[in-house]
Structures are given as C-alpha cells and as structure tokens.
C-alpha cells in the first residue's frame, strides 16, 4: 500500500520511519530538490543526531509523482505552508481520495484548523487528522507512543488506525476531529507559557498550574466551538498539553524558555531554528477567544509577552493577581445555597 507523506520534517520523517517498518511503500516529497536529493542520499535529519531513515523509504520533489496511487496523502508540512502546499498538490489528488493531517496549528487570517484548510481546498477528498502526545524523536527510535486519529468519517478514521497501530504506535480513533485539532493546537501557546516560566527560574508549582489552567482555557474555547469536552480530557488534549509543557523535546517551550531568560520573540524563533508553530496559533487564539466569547488569561498574557514585548514576569504577576474567582463553572443547581449567588469573585 503506498502512502504518500508531504513535507519532509522531524514529524514527517518519524511517521515515514515508523509505516516503512510496518511494511508500507512510503514516498516522501519534499520542498525542494535538493532536499529531495539529500535525504535520498544521506538518510537522516539534522534533528535525529545518528539515526539513519528505512531504505525502503523514497524521495520527490515531483508533486505528480508523489501522490499518485496513493492510498492515503499525509500533509506534515508546518502550519504556515499548508494552505499553499495543499494548493499546488490539489491538480494531483483525485476526489475521494484519503487525505490527512497531522500538522497542529490555526491559520492566523481565517482561523481554521489544518481540516478545515484542507477541506476548502480538496472538497472531494475524506479527511482525517491524527494527533496526540507525539514527540518525533522517541516515534522515530520507535519507543512507544499514543495517539488519536479522528475523522467526521468513520471509515476514514479506522482506515487511518489500521495503517498506523502497531505494538509500539497504538491508535485510538474518535469522531471528534474538531476537539483534536484544537487541543494540538493550542497547547503550543501554553507550552510558551510553561517554558518561560522555567526560563524565569519558576518551580513545578506554577508548571502544574499551566497544565491544568491551561486545559481548563481551552477546553471552555474548544467546547463553545463545538468540541466535546472528552477529546480535551483526552490525549489529544491534556496529554498533548502535558508533553509539550514538560519535554525536553518540545520547541514551543524551548523558545518560551529563551524568553524568559530575556530574549524577544523573534530572537527565540531563530534560536531555536524551526517554525514555532505556538507563535502563529497565539494571535489566531486571541481572535477565537473574542468572537466565541471565551476568556483564554494565560493565552492573553503570552500574545502581550511574544507581541506587545510585556515583560514575562510581569505576565505572570499579572496572571496571579487577576480577578479571583472559584476553580471551577459549577452549575448553580449544583452548587450549596451559599455558593449559588455570584459574588464577582
Ligand atoms: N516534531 C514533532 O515531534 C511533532 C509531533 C507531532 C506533530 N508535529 C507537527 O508536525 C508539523 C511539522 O512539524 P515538524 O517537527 O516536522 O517541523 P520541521 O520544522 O521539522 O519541518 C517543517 C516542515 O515544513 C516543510 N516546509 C518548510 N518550508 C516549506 C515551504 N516553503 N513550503 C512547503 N513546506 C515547507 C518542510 O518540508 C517540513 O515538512 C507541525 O505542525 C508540528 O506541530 C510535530
């Protein structure tokens, strides 16, 4: 069965690692020939130190080329270029096909999840987005790892299970697929968040706050979109949103760490030399929190850090010091008499 990966990246790469040693004819295309050429001949990423890719696993830069006959067209390129390369590909894939993303991130200007771009823009094709706590350094060493593959279809999601679970990758599929992409999204700003704060020297306690304020934020955003609160409770929510917040791996809180030792936004992106998927999902999270009416604090501070150059210790105070209020919406049915009545704290 061939699969077609697009995008030739860290995640790309774990995933095309991963299918060849299940078996799969996987072709790669990359952005550019010469890519093409070098990972061809060298096998390996800069961002893997030692690991040489299956040699089964072949390289394009021909668009034609790369989809066609495929069972299953995977986009993996970063957020920012996936509306223009779904664009240059949509000649070359024929309605019906399989098509799946397992990009995270919102689209600054139309505030669509990475579906949604590729719904736009491939109307005939079954969509599907696989997503979870998946670092590409430990897929690609093959350690074992979970992850959610949701579709509105439901074919489309057991097909894309199928191609993927194994002993050491094991997958679960929802329908949920706007709760999925939300939860890996957005946990990119959060993960600024928790790696400023371990920039600034801050402890576990606060990194346990974010964690759980955090999906506490995006659960109430993602819900008034029409999520269900289970995907955010799930691993494609606070799993995703734990890995990220405490991995060593994850490039959002590295350059969130480089903030908070004193770096601007922009000096931290090129630092840490890949696309900070975070940086772009920040503004496009502010914009959803005020037209869906859903208050994101610590979304807020990071945009005021990352774009209004606010000083990360004063986003924190700011954070601690807001107004108080209870931990959790209860209903007020459920609420003891005394609780029922909003006291504006
Ligand atoms: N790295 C991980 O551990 C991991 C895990 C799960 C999901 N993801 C998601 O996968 C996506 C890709 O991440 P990555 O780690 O592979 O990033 P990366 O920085 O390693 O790769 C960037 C990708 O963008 C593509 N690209 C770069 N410039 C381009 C251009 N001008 N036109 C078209 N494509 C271009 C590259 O081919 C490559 O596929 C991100 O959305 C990320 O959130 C990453």
């Known amino acids: 069965m061939k699969i077609s990966l697009i995008g030739s990246g860290a995640w790309s790469m774990a995933l095309a690692s991963h299918l060849a040693r299940k078996g799969a004819e996987v072709t790669v295309w990359a952005h550019s020939e010469e ?3 070098r990972l061809e001949k060298e096998r390996s ?3 893997f130190e030692g690991i040489i890719f299956p040699k089964s696993i072949r390289y394009t830069n021909d668009k034609e080329m790369a989809v066609s ?10 957020s920012p270029f996936t509306r223009k390369t ?3 590909f949509a000649p070359f894939i024929p309605c019906g096909s399989k098509v799946l993303t397992v990009t995270k991130g919102i689209e600054e200007d139309s505030l669509k999840t990475q579906a949604m771009i590729l719904t736009e823009i491939l109307p005939g094709a079954v969509i599907g987005a696989l997503s979870g706590p998946t670092h590409a350094e430990e897929v690609v060493l093959g350690l074992p790892t979970t992850i959610v593959s949701a579709s509105e279809d439901r074919e ?3 097909f894309v299970q199928d191609v993927f679970i194994s002993d050491a990758f094991r997958v679960y599929t929802t329908p949920d697929i706007l709760g999925v992409e939300l939860g890996g999204s957005l946990k990119n700003v959060i993960a600024l968040a928790a790696g400023m704060a371990d920039g600034m020297g801050y402890g576990d306690n606060i990194k346990a706050a974010l964690i759980t304020r955090g999906i506490h934020e995006i659960a109430g955003l993602a819900i008034k979109m029409g999520a269900r609160a289970e995907t955010l409770q799930g691993l494609s929510g606070i799993g995703d949103l734990i890995v990220t917040c405490a991995s060593v791996h994850s490039r959002n809180r590295k350059a969130g760490i480089l903030i908070g030792q004193g770096m601007s936004m922009k000096e931290a992106c090129s630092e840490v030399g890949q696309i900070v998927e975070g940086v ?3 503004k496009a999270a502010l914009a959803l929190s005020t037209k869906y009416e859903a208050p994101l604090p610590i979304t807020e501070e990071v945009n005021a850090v990352l774009f209004e150059n606010k000083d990360p210790k004063q ?3 700011d954070l601690m010091l807001r107004d108080r209020k209870m931990e959790n919406n209860f209903r007020p049915e459920d609420l003891p008499e005394c609780w029922r009545h909003d006291s504006s704290r």
């Open 35 to 37: 890519e093409a050429r």
């Open 315 to 317: 986003a924190f105070a």
């Open 86 to 88: 779904a664009e240059s």
């Open 280 to 282: 772009y999902s920040a």
């Open 45 to 47: 990423l800069p961002a």
């Open 156 to 158: 489309m999601a057991e």
């Open 69 to 78: 006959g495929a069972a299953l067209i995977v986009f993996a390129v970063a």
